[in-house]
């Protein structure tokens, strides 16, 4: 789903704005809630996700499996 999100804003086209100038993109950050998460550790966890897909090149969506250890 945020793939898809992200195509569409990326290909996203406004009729009055001069699109070789202006581009739209989007960055995810994508995680399931985990046995003992609380919505302060699943937060955090997506925007350490976010700030990975901005550092690895923006215009991407990073997820994380349930079982996957972040830094």
Same mark, same amino acid.
């Given at each position: 789903m945020a793939e898809r999100l992200r195509? $569409?804003? $990326?290909?996203?086209?406004?009729? $009055?704005? +001069? !699109?070789?100038?202006?581009a739209? !993109?989007?960055s995810f950050g994508v995680s399931c809630v985990v046995a003992g998460d609380d919505l302060e550790s699943l937060l955090a966890r997506v925007d350490r996700l976010l700030y990975k897909a901005?550092?690895?090149?923006? +215009?991407?969506?990073e997820w994380a499996s349930p079982n996957q250890t972040l830094t």
């Open positions: 195509g $569409k804003i $990326k290909n996203l086209r406004l009729p $009055k704005l +001069d !699109t070789s100038r202006y739209f !993109t989007a901005k550092n690895n090149g923006r +215009d991407r969506v």
